[in-house]
T-cell receptor
Framework: AQKVTQAQTEISVVEKEDVTLDCVYETRDTTYYLFWYKQPPSGELVFLIRRNSFDEQNEISGRYSWNFQKSTSSFNFTITASQVVDSAVYFCAGSTGTASKLTFGTGTRLQVTL | KAGVTQTPRYLIKTRGQQVTLSCSPISGHRSVSWYQQTPGQGLQFLFEYFSETQRNKGNFPGRFSGRQFSNSRSEMNVSTLELGDSALYLC????????????FGSGTRLTVV
């Protein structure tokens, strides 16, 4: 069995603040994949990043960065200098084996205001 | 490049009826997965199809079924609709069964009255 925990239900920040969204993934498998998705009000899930369990390198893409620490089972997502357009629900997800079945966390709603 | 297309976008059905939702994956993607999203249960995996065969199934009753055609388009069917089936149904496609990530469609919002 696997479990994805996003303890933060809702976060509100003012534009230009940095914000970190937490995710903890628990599984007994040694090979697994981790994902972050963004869901704007339109409903579509937008793919942000994928990591596999053997790749602990941090990744930066523009204002987004991800920190994966296998020792603590955490895969956290930081938005630097947040913008109003970042307002959305963010989901962390994990998958073992073939990666074809995603287990999602409950999501973190991020509200960025002016 | 066209994304994942789901039709219809919105649907209202009466309890006891059946419904069919359609998903056209990105061209070249042979893997299609379906998810149900509700406020109470969140995002839950329904099933995955690859090369016209169901490869994975979530924990849903037999009223939920699906299929995939030779052109990779997929349909899901829900029979004997219940009020609790009201949800956003999301379809996702992948070229490699999710290893590099899934691309999701905008979903079909089903309301059962």
């Amino acid at each position: 069995a696997q479990k994805v925990t996003q303890a933060q239900t809702e976060i509100s920040v003012v534009e230009k603040e940095d914000v970190t969204l937490d995710c903890v993934y628990e599984t007994r498998d040694t090979t697994y994949y981790l994902f972050w998705y963004k869901q704007p009000p339109s409903g579509e899930l937008v793919f942000l990043i994928r990591r596999n369990s053997f790749d602990e390198q941090n990744e930066i893409s523009g204002r987004y960065s991800w920190n994966f620490q296998k020792s603590t089972s955490s895969f956290n997502f930081t938005i630097t200098a947040s913008q109003v357009v970042d307002s959305a629900v963010y989901f962390c997800a994990g998958s073992t084996g073939t990666a074809s079945k995603l287990t999602f966390g409950t999501g973190t709603r991020l509200q960025v205001t002016l | 490049k066209a994304g994942v297309t789901q039709t219809p976008r919105y649907l209202i059905k009466t309890r006891g009826q059946q419904v069919t939702l359609s998903c056209s994956p990105i061209s070249g993607h042979r893997s299609v997965s379906w998810y149900q999203q509700t406020p109470g249960q969140g995002l839950q995996f329904l099933f995955e199809y690859f090369s016209e065969t169901q490869r994975n199934k979530g924990n849903f009753p037999g009223r939920f079924s699906g299929r995939q055609f030779s052109n990779s388009r997929s349909e899901m069917n829900v029979s004997t609709l219940e009020l609790g089936d009201s949800a956003l149904y999301l379809c996702a496609s992948s070229a490699d069964r999710g290893r590099s990530g899934y691309t999701f469609g905008s979903g079909t919002r089903l309301t059962v009255v």
